[in-house]
């Protein structure tokens, strides 16, 4: 079955970088980008951007530009989202969820989630 | 990009349906047929309701319906049960490679 398993949680101090880790099974890997959503305490949803395991492509919504990386290690199925320049602002559960290459625009399947805390 | 709109709250009976907007603009929702919707319980994951807008994927029941007309799409929740209690989000695709979430709605089952 499709499982995408991410890190544990993380506590930072502002102007510190994180990474999560999604490590994904049950599928073929590289036939899906993996996107990544966070969600802030009490709030809704915003997407990230996505990276292509096939390519190493991305994209990221214009607010992280700058301030976040995405990358894959196919050779272990896993997608890896890291955010520079840490804020207390930051302070969310961050999901990876997976869409369907080529012409799909949902996503199917979603880790669990990681909290990360930003504080002092 | 600005996040797509959704009432903040929804309610309705046991049985009854409910209807839960989400309006975005001729550059997402309007735009394309990628409109899809997630529910999310408190403390969960968010599950994957409806995609194209209209389209349902296997087990999801038929009581969760979409639809779009415009710059605006909707989800009904058709014989609302107490487990339909939740949060519900929609996303568009907005373009250029890049995707939008609504505020989210929360639906409460009187």
């Known amino acids: 079955q499709v499982q995408l398993v991410q890190s544990g949680a993380e506590v930072k101090k502002p102007g510190a970088s994180v990474r999560v880790s999604c490590k994904a099974s049950g599928y073929t890997f590289t036939d899906y980008y993996t996107h990544w959503v966070r969600q802030a305490p009490g709030q809704g949803l915003e997407w990230m951007g996505w990276?292509?395991?096939?390519?190493?492509?991305?994209n990221f919504a214009q607010k992280f530009q700058g301030r976040v990386t995405m990358t894959t290690d196919t050779s272990i199925s896993t997608a890896y989202m890291e955010l520079s320049r840490l804020r207390s602002d930051d302070t969310a559960v961050y999901f990876c969820?997976?869409?369907?290459?080529?012409?799909?625009?949902?996503?199917?399947?979603w880790g669990q989630g990681t909290l990360v805390t930003v504080s002092s | 990009q600005s996040a797509l709109t959704q009432p903040p709250s929804a309610s309705g009976s046991v049985g009854q349906s409910v209807t839960i907007s989400c309006t975005g603009t001729?550059?997402?929702?309007?735009?394309?047929?990628?409109v899809s919707w997630y529910q999310q319980h408190p403390g969960k994951v968010p599950k994957f309701m409806i995609y194209?807008?209209?389209k349902r994927p296997s087990g999801v029941p038929d009581r969760f319906s979409g639809s779009k007309s415009g710059n605006t799409a909707s989800l009904t929740v058709s014989g609302l049960q107490a487990e339909d209690e939740a949060d519900y989000y929609c996303?568009?695709?907005?373009?250029?490679?890049?995707?939008?979430f609504g505020g989210g709605t929360k639906l409460t089952v009187l």
């Open positions: 969820a997976r869409v369907p290459g080529g012409l799909a625009y949902y996503f199917d399947y």
């Open positions: 990276v292509n395991p096939n390519s190493g492509n991305t």
């Open positions: 001729s550059s997402d929702v309007g735009g394309y047929n990628h």
């Open positions: 194209e807008v209209t």
């Open positions: 996303s568009s695709y907005a373009g250029s490679n890049n995707w939008v």
